[in-house]
């Protein structure tokens, strides 16, 4: 358990912005933009899983079902992160449980990493998205709803304190590293970071399932999993 202190900030962050935690809402204030104003007074797993329930600290929970809060041991040593919830999640409350969260269990496997001894979690919360005849198509969040939603990760990453940090795609690496950070260029190294002792990179899962053909889908699969076997490591 981590009790927060007002004055510090969950952890830095490379963009120098930092999770302050704001004045409640006045009546002349309606909109809130930073999830903080919904943490619990006593920052551990299940109690901020249960006040993320409630958050709307941007405009997606309109249009998800639930929020998908992270999952996992509270003494993992990895701590994958991906974009947000997707269409299976949304509806099952739980991250990575879809075609990409298959993908994902299959890889692990094969790095000889069980997936029960980490922690998965998401950038954004809420599952955005957009009609397309029945379907629900994903769509990317921007900079205002992954501003809003970093203090839930933060405080993820605070509670955990993992040994290093897996952003899953250029979304997540671009949250945690920076926007000039090139997933194509960097996937795979071990960075240092204020966020955990190391950060790593790599893709997305949903990005193999999207490889044009049988071969480089299998080619970048395997990339994926090499990535993955360096965690084996930590
Ligand atoms: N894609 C993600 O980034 N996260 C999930 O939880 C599922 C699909
Ligand atoms: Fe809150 Fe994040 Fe959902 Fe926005 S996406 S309402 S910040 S949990």
């Given at each position: 358990m981590v009790t927060r202190k007002s004055s510090d900030p969950l952890t830095s962050q490379p963009s120098g912005t930092s999770s302050r935690r704001r004045v409640a809402p006045s009546s002349t204030h309606k909109r809130t933009s930073s999830a903080v104003e919904y943490f619990p007074k006593q920052l551990s797993l299940p109690s901020l899983k249960a006040a993320a329930a409630d958050c709307k600290a941007c405009d997606l929970w309109k249009k998800g079902t639930q929020t998908v809060f992270g999952e996992g041991q509270r003494k993992a040593t990895i701590l994958f992160v991906g974009e947000q919830p997707g269409n299976?999640?949304?509806?099952?409350?739980?991250p990575f449980v879809g075609p990409a969260g298959k993908l994902f269990d299959n890889a692990l496997e094969e790095a000889g990493i069980d997936r029960k001894q980490t922690y998965v979690t998401n950038v954004v919360k809420h599952f955005k998205w957009e009609p397309r005849g029945k379907r629900r198509i994903h769509k990317k969040p921007n900079?205002?709803?992954?501003?809003?939603c970093r203090p839930w990760l933060e405080a993820e990453i605070a509670v955990i304190k993992p040994q290093v940090v897996v952003a899953l795609g250029a979304t997540a690496a671009q949250a945690l590293l920076g926007a000039q950070f090139r997933v194509t260029k960097q996937r795979g190294q071990f960075l240092e970071s204020t966020l955990a002792p190391y950060v790593m990179a790599t893709v997305h899962p949903s990005s193999i399932l999207r490889a044009p053909d049988d071969e480089t889908r299998r080619l970048e699969y395997r990339e994926f999993v090499n990535d993955l076997k360096k965690l084996s490591k930590v």
């Open positions: 299976e999640e949304d509806l099952t409350g739980q900079a205002v709803e992954i501003k809003a």
